[in-house]
């Protein structure tokens, strides 16, 4: 038979034409008819009712807000569901990420929170399997590398190049095996579906209330009766379907955008369209429809043992006409992809000093959850993809915004805790920085700089802060001077409409070897003698640099001419540019405009401008528009400030001991008076050859080469070669001596929709004036061998890290004499150095009592031939305050235990020997890390240093007969012989437990101070108890007579005689099962032993010893 698999489901954008939470609660019908939280209601009420029916729950966001809402009724019957599999948690992400504009940290943490509150909500069976990843816009390898990796037996979407669509449609290659990873192997291979005609239900079958198809009438006396008619159509796309797919399996996807609002009507028309088209197999037709979820239809192919072709590249850019490219996206509201990529910086760091400051109490997790919420949305692909309606773009903005301060209390609480002393430091975030903005630091004469590093390593960063005097004093940690310099800061910046603010300098000074995962303090003061800060020289030199790296400026033009790195110099020209962007009706491929989306050129000025080709260049230079001749220069940092036009302006440095060139640059307002939109690009020309070769990075791991107007699995046509020659630049693009130069989009303002469904022309604003940007470009140049044993492309990376994960800056005003002391303070958070190709990649709070922890390996092999090396790492004791008591390896998302993971296996075409990555772990905590692999623990730890840590762990001895039989003693009878009865005590100690998570079972019987002579008595018999799976709790005792202090925690509580658990579980509903089954899953809850019976030892025999737990476990 051939198998069509109806998929019911319903895509849930999270935030796009209306804010996330106008979409969950349905405000604002005019604009989109769609609220969520209906959906979810009828589909539940409709799927219940019928156990064959399927549908599929994807965005863990919007199912979250449902969830929190219900009562204990409504979440046992959609546990019910989910446990049967009529409804499937799918995807699992908090949202259904981009691809293009996410950097790798945030996808991971995307994944890993949806998990998790999937995870809380069902366990394991609300676990996804398979990724469904329907709208964004393109799809990255490193994307399906992350999912394989958290174990997911395959993926399907719905978008795919028109042409690529084609010769795999003429090929029946839609289906393959994704090989994700060169350097991870076969671990990230992931198997992969294209949908055969977008996500939304075929053609002329939508039976959705928003829809107009026909509904399918099968009563016989209707004159509207077209059973006949509707089954025959339908035949027809499923045979059409079925030619180009390989196995007799088909998926079907019935849904679409905000679907199920009345569940019933799409169900009621579904049950009649499965009913007539399988009636028709009495009379000999093979077509079988059912209700499905994607992991049975996996299912269904896997089983089909075919092998499978491969592929190796990414699926960008897509384009879905001739004149189509959807590249705008890669670069649109520039501003809030910065934000998103701060808000990732500060979430590393508020999880990070959540662990090692011991702040995680109830209050202090909610406001880390709010902020993992928040990133979770920001990922959603119309959120950091910059194609949403402005009302929206607004509102992710207040919702990062809020997070952001809620784990600045957070972080503050946490520093002052590792301070010590009752310290009540302020530490202050200054969000502003970019436009050169800090209240804290431009309005004090006497300040603190608490400087957090994220990195597994020591960093020296620069320091640059605004400020309003004219000297400055800087002291260290030891009370020592440091050099500092003052700034101007550029008059472009100064300039800005809305920039309030008195300062006119930066101070800058280098912050020199930040401790890893640690702070240290600057103490800055107002000097009263000039000359305590570096001056800035103007001058007419055309070179700035150091020893290692050098620039050079054109006298002539303005523009950069050259770089040199260690006597290697390299012809480099650099200015910027802009494309005119389409106008048109989008009527037609020959008529689409650029907007949010498209990046389309005006076809008929199609070759970018200099932004300064007005002005004649030996008047600009003399007239300093194009580069004025103002370079200061120091002891820290040389400057160029470029002026290119009234609204493009650029700094380039040189810092000292740097081996790169940075480039910041301003663009904005841009100018639309012409009635013309703008895409501004910056442009950097070499004198290598001009082959078409060029590299860039997959969401900021590895790289992929690219080949100008070429496609690696297709005979690829380009109507329009600059926007189908534009790819996503997450971390880095690379040229080589193959290449001749390479653009980078920076902004874009546009005057027309590009007809997407946003109806809205990307023109922002901010206080009434056009929107500027301001943004960084690092330049490398010179062999790739590198340096100093390191190679260019381990230098690249290991800036990369320090970009991504800066150091971050907390800003303390007051008075000489409350500073002081804290000034003398550094905490240092590992307590050894890791290899320079390790990074902690995570460190958070699960509970107060697990962390989860992520190393990586940042190199790809062969990038270096020291550092692209299998390297050994020790995790006992690597934190400093925490005891790591007992370490458990974990898919990467950290919600699953490696060692139970089992994926569907894929036969491919691919016979080459491919990398075998090892999971190493030589002893409990000794791990091998190999290139590019990450891994994820879940440490169970101390957080109370210094504490003899004393495990309460309740439980009841149930003999299964002793003075009484199984059942007297089960059901209670004969008290006068022996009071037991042990369905009162699972009864009462379920009730107990669930109605308080944190209650744990006392009733121990001593007094505290007997119990504490126990234990030190104990104690000096070296007989402690190591920490448990589960959330615990502690809390401390002081004995006046006693120095010692103790930590007590109350664990879980112990099932252990599985016979008696099996008599009540027989006997109990399903809600009381389903409550059981929740304190098990929560941690609560242990099953221990696992015996039918506890054993007798000494007559026992192996045979009957193995069936009685073999009965019991099973």
């Known amino acids: 038979m051939l198998n069509v698999h109806l998929i019911p489901h319903s895509h849930d954008d999270v935030g796009w034409l209306k804010t996330v939470d106008q979409y969950y609660y349905g405000k604002f019908s005019n604009i989109q008819s769609a609220g969520v939280q209906y959906i979810i209601d009828t589909v539940l009420q409709e799927v219940a009712t019928d156990p064959s029916k399927r549908f599929i729950q994807v965005e863990t966001a919007f199912f979250w807000k449902w969830w929190v809402e219900q009562d204990e009724d409504t979440r046992d019957l959609y546990k019910s569901l989910v446990n049967s599999g009529q409804i499937e948690m799918i995807g699992g992400g908090w949202s259904m990420n981009d691809e293009a504009a996410t950097h790798y940290h945030s996808t991971i943490d995307n994944f890993a929170w949806g998990l998790r509150r999937l995870d809380e909500a069902f366990g394991a069976c609300g676990r996804p399997r398979v990724g469904w990843q329907i709208d964004p816009f393109g799809h990255s390898r490193e994307t399906a590398s992350i999912m394989a990796q958290m174990g997911y037996d395959g993926l399907l979407f719905a978008r795919l190049d028109y042409q690529d669509m084609q010769a795999r449609v003429n090929t029946s290659t839609m ?126 192919l896997n089983d089909a043992k075919r092998t499978w072709s491969t592929k190796e590249d990414d699926f960008f850019p897509y ?66 993809t910059g194609t949403e309606k402005q ?154 640099g150091n020893t290692g790296i050098s620039l050079e400026i054109n006298a002539t033009t303005g523009l950069v001419q050259s770089i040199t790195n260690n006597g290697v110099s390299v012809a480099v020209q650099q200015d910027f540019l802009y494309y005119v962007g389409a106008i048109g009706n989008n009527t037609s491929s020959d008529t689409w405009a650029s907007g949010a989306y498209i990046f389309r050129p005006d076809p008929q000025d199609s070759e970018p401008k200099r932004i300064s080709e007005k002005l004649n260049i030996l008047e600009t230079f003399v007239a300093m528009k194009i580069s004025s001749s103002l370079i200061p220069t120091g002891d820290l940092v040389e400057e160029i400030h470029q002026v290119f036009s009234d609204w493009t302006s650029q700094v380039i440095r040189v810092y000292k001991e740097e081996s790169h060139v940075e480039f910041e640059w301003l663009v904005g307002p841009i100018p639309i008076n012409d009635n013309k939109g703008k895409e501004p690009i910056s442009r950097f020309t070499t004198s290598f050859a001009t082959d078409k070769i060029f590299y860039t990075d997959s969401n900021g791991r590895e790289m992929l080469r690219r080949e100008r107007n070429h496609r690696p699995t297709w005979d690829v046509k380009l109507a329009e070669p600059a926007p189908g020659n534009y790819y996503p630049v997450t971390s880095k693009i690379v ?43 690092f330049v490398f140049a010179g062999e790739i061998a590198g340096s100093n044993n390191v ?252 120095s010692k202090r103790i930590a007590f925690f109350h664990d879980l509580l112990l099932i252990v005689e599985t016979a008696f658990l099996w008599m009540w579980w027989q006997e109990q509903d399903e809600a009381s099962r389903n409550l059981y089954r929740n304190l098990i899953n929560s941690g609560q809850i242990e099953l221990i032993g696992g015996g039918w019976v506890m054993n007798d030892e000494a007559d026992s025999h192996y045979q009957a010893t193995i069936d009685q737990f073999t009965w019991g476990l099973r």
């Open 175 to 300: 289906e393959m095996v994704w090989e994700a990873s060169a350097n991870l192997g076969s671990s990230a291979d992931l198997f992969t579906s294209i949908m055969y005609s977008f996500y939304g239900s075929p053609s002329g079958f939508c039976f959705d209330v928003g829809c107009n198809d026909e509904p399918i009438i099968d009563n016989v006396h209707s004159a509207e009766y077209n059973v006949d008619n509707r089954v025959k159509d339908f035949l027809s796309y499923v045979n059409d379907h079925a030619s180009h797919f390989v196995t007799d399996n088909i998926l079907i996807p019935m849904g679409g955008d905000f679907q199920y609002q009345d569940a019933h009507i799409n169900y009621k028309n579904m049950d009649k369209l499965i009913r007539y088209v399988n009636a028709l197999q009495a009379n000999g037709s093979r077509v079988n429809v059912l209700y499905s979820t994607p992991s049975c239809y996996l299912k269904g």
């Open 319 to 384: 384009g879905s006409s001739p004149n189509d490219y959807w590249t705008g996206y890669f670069t649109s509201r520039p501003t809030i992809k910065r934000f998103e990529r701060v808000g990732n910086n500060f979430l590393q760091v508020c999880k990070q000093l959540s662990v090692l400051g011991n702040v995680t109490g109830e209050d202090n997790l909610s406001k880390l959850d709010d902020m993992r919420d928040a990133m979770g949305i920001m990922q959603h692909h119309d959120a950091v």
């Open 735 to 777: 040229v080589r001596d193959e290449n001749k130069g390479l653009e980078l989009a920076v902004h874009r303002r546009l005057l027309s929709d590009d007809a997407k469904g946003v109806d809205e022309a990307l023109n922002e604003t901010a206080y009434g004036e056009g929107l500027i940007a301001r943004g960084r470009h």
């Open 391 to 544: 009302a929206v773009a607004d509102d992710y903005a207040r919702i990062l915004t809020e997070s952001i301060s809620g784990c600045g209390e957070v972080t503050r609480a946490a520093i002052n805790n590792l301070v010590g002393n009752n310290s009540n430091l302020e530490l202050k975030s200054c969000l502003l920085l970019n436009i050169s903005l800090c209240e804290e630091t431009e309005r004090s004469e006497d300040f603190l700089v608490t400087i957090y590093n994220p990195i597994s390593h020591p960093v020296s960063q620069y320091v640059r802060l605004p400020v309003s005097g004219d000297s400055y004093i800087v002291t260290d940690s030891d009370g020592e001077s440091v050099v500092s310099q003052l700034v101007p800061i550029p008059q472009s910046v100064l300039d800005i409409p809305y920039r309030n603010s008195s300062a006119l300098n930066e101070l800058v000074f280098r912050a020199t070897d930040l401790p890893p995962l640690g702070f240290t303090s600057y103490h800055v003061t107002v000097s009263s003698s000039t000359g305590s800060s570096g001056t800035t020289r103007q001058s007419n030199d055309t070179n700035i």
């Open 791 to 1042: 190679s260019l492309a381990a230098q690249e990376r290991l800036l990369a890290q320090r970009i991504l994960l800066a150091p971050w800056i907390f800003i303390s005003r007051g008075s000489s004499d409350q500073t002081r002391s804290v000034n003398r303070k550094q905490f240092v958070g590992l307590t050894r150095s890791l290899p320079e190709n390790v990074q902690v990649l995570t460190l958070e709070p699960r509970d107060n009592r697990t962390v989860l922890f992520r190393l990586e390996h940042i190199l790809e092999r062969n990038e270096d031939s020291h550092l692209s090396q299998d390297v050994t790492v020790v995790l006992q004791d690597i934190l400093v305050g925490l005891d790591i008591t007992s370490v458990q390896e974990t898919t990467l998302d950290g919600n699953k235990e490696l060692s139970s993971l089992e994926r569907l296996s894929w036969s491919s075409t691919d016979t080459r020997e491919r990398p075998v990555i090892a999971r190493k772990i030589e002893d409990p905590f000794t791990i091998t890390l190999s290139p590019f692999q990450i891994r994820t623990f879940l440490f169970c730890t101390d957080t109370v240093p210094g504490m003899l840590n004393v495990h309460l762990i309740p439980h009841s001895h149930d003999d299964l007969g002793y003075r009484k039989t199984v059942d007297q003693y089960y059901y209670g009878k004969f008290s006068s012989i022996h009071k037991a009865g042990v369905q009162y005590i699972i009864d009462t100690v379920a009730d107990v437990l669930s109605k308080d998570p944190k209650k744990r079972r006392r009733g121990l019987g001593w007094t505290w101070r007997g119990l504490i002579k126990v234990v030190l008595k104990r104690s000096e018999r070296k007989e402690d108890i190591h920490c448990q799976v589960s959330s615990l709790r502690s809390f401390a005792v002081k004995d006046n007579e006693m």
